[in-house]
């Protein structure tokens, strides 16, 4: 038994395609919550915790690249966006050193655990849109 009470499962890296298509179709189609299924992939695939985290900054950074392109070139952003961004950088190093820092501080059944509890709350909130 695994986090929950749910039976620990296993997947094949013949996923890796599928999720990683069937996730970006999701991204394009809500603006977000693609990543939920790599995510789930990743966990199941079992790859450990700096694996996970250091595959999953990557994908993000480089989606979050593509979506600054594509909405900058279809002239989404205004200036009050673009200064409000600039001036939430560093909120976001904040939180990335503070993730970091917690990151590395917890077991792997306590990370399993809330990474079970993000992605129940984003389907939830999937849902609920």
């Known amino acids: 038994m695994h986090c929950f009470g ?12 599928p999720v990683g298509l069937a996730g970006a179709f999701l991204d394009t189609l809500f603006g977000g919550g693609g990543g939920t ?4 992939y990743l966990h199941l695939r079992g790859v450990g915790r ?3 985290r250091a595959t999953v900054a990557a994908l993000w950074l480089f989606e979050m ?7 900058g070139a279809a002239e989404y952003y205004t200036t009050e966006t673009l ?3 600039l001036l939430l950088l ?3 190093g904040a939180g990335m050193g503070l993730g970091e820092r917690i990151g590395n501080r917890v077991s792997r ?7 079970a509890a993000l992605l129940a709350m984003t389907g939830a909130s999937l849902l609920l849109k």
């Open 6 to 17: 749910v039976p620990e499962i296993t997947c094949s890296d013949r996923w890796a395609f």
């Open 90 to 92: 560093p909120v976001m």
């Open 50 to 52: 700096m694996p996970f």
């Open 65 to 71: 690249i593509a979506r600054i392109l594509g909405y």
């Open 109 to 115: 059944e306590t990370f399993s655990r809330i990474m």
């Open 37 to 40: 299924l790599v995510v789930v």
């Open 83 to 85: 200064l409000l961004c």
